[in-house]
């Protein structure tokens, strides 16, 4: 789906608050839709959340768009909205004085890179010092980031990053929404129609350019007792979070290996059915933050990362992604991503922190988690 203007924006400092509010201005509309039965189609809010709201200089937001183009299967349709009226939603979109005119996207440039918060050796040390506090039992597994900063020659434009993210990332959820892009390996959660979907991602692994040392190390991290440890955790959270809002719940017993371009991750597919008037929103309220991008436990994990990351996250390791007037809805961890301003794009990576973590293997794994975006900043 892609959406422009805004009849309505909104910030938050919660996603419990975001989705009260949305709600109720949802049950105000009047839809005129002949595919109700599509998921996507009629009025949505598309929406980007901070990781850790009150510790951060960004808010939370949703965005009620003025047209919505989709696509699903054999179905396309326009949505459009205007202040104060209905919105339409039509299988032959004809409506194109609603859009913008067609216009090329521009590669960025010249790219040159600078450290973020900290450099990399610093960010090893409070790597290192999350480790000791692991292992003196303040708690089991922490989730830190660091940020890249690049610039170009000219403003950069988020369509040709879009571009490049989906071509290259297939397997991933690529999105932009409010100047953050990126390709997300990961599905916070997706409710379609009662169903709830979540993929849990924790246990990574950098790729090479041979095929045959891709398939050991494939076999290892499958077989890692510190990647497996901290996919658990990760896999316990998520499934916790969902059993009061849930029921028929499937946790795989074992996870499989997601192969993206850079990275091997370990992967696992939660699957239940939602309870009666639990929205999408309400799902990510109970899920975020999950241990895949904070630690566990989680408030001690969270403190932690306020007292030595040393970053603004903002929103990203936050939620992302839309919700449709019943609630249904695609919401994405924003990971792999950038926030856009002008000629400067923020980058950032994380990594999980258990007891067995190496400062240098995890400053090396984040540095792969950065490539998504560096390649696309970098193509022509």
Not at 164 to 186: F, I, K, N, R
């Amino acid at each position: 789906m892609i959406a422009g203007g805004e009849i309505a924006r909104q910030e938050f400092d919660s996603i419990a608050e975001a989705d009260a509010w949305w709600e109720q201005y949802a049950a105000a509309v009047q839809v005129d839709n002949d595919l109700p039965d599509v998921f996507g189609t009629g009025p949505l809010a598309f929406g980007s959340f901070t990781f850790d709201p009150g510790h951060t200089a960004q808010r939370s937001v949703l965005i009620v768009p003025e047209w919505i183009l989709g696509r699903r299967g054999q179905h396309t349709w326009l949505t459009t909205l205007s202040a104060g009226q209905s919105p339409t939603s039509s299988g032959t979109p004809s409506a194109t004085d609603w859009l913008p005119p067609e216009t090329r996207s521009i590669a960025p440039g010249q790219v040159a890179y600078s450290d973020g918060s900290m450099s990399g050796p610093a960010w090893e040390s409070v790597v290192a010092d999350a480790v000791r506090r692991i292992k003196a039992g303040d708690l089991a597994k922490v989730v830190l980031a660091r940020d890249l900063i690049a610039r170009t020659p000219d403003e950069i434009d988020y369509r040709w990053l879009v571009e490049q993210l989906a071509e290259a990332y297939q397997l991933c959820w690529t999105y932009h929404v409010d100047g953050l892009v990126g390709a997300s390996p990961e599905m916070l959660v997706r409710r379609e129609n009662g169903l709830v979907t979540s993929r849990v991602l924790a246990g990574t692994i950098q790729r090479t350019a041979d095929e045959e040392a891709d398939r050991a190390l494939a076999a290892h991290l499958s077989r890692s007792h510190k990647d497996l440890g901290e996919h658990d955790y990760a896999v316990t959270s998520v499934a916790d979070a969902l059993a009061p809002l849930c029921s028929g719940m499937n946790v795989p017993d074992a996870p499989y290996v997601l192969e993206l371009p850079n990275v091997f991750h370990l992967a696992t597919d939660v699957a239940a059915a939602a309870k009666p008037h639990v929205s999408s929103l309400t799902l990510a309220t109970a899920l975020h933050p999950s241990a895949a991008v904070c630690g566990t436990p989680t408030d001690a994990a969270r403190l932690l990362i306020r007292e030595i990351e040393g970053l603004d996250r903002g929103r990203y390791s936050g939620p992302i992604g839309w919700v449709d007037a019943q609630g249904d809805g695609e919401w994405a961890i924003a990971l792999r991503c950038g926030r856009i301003e002008g000629n400067t794009a923020q980058l950032y990576a994380g990594c999980g922190v258990v007891a067995d973590s190496n400062p240098e293997a995890e400053l090396a794994e984040s540095m792969a988690k950065l490539v998504p975006m560096r390649d696309a900043l970098e193509a022509e």
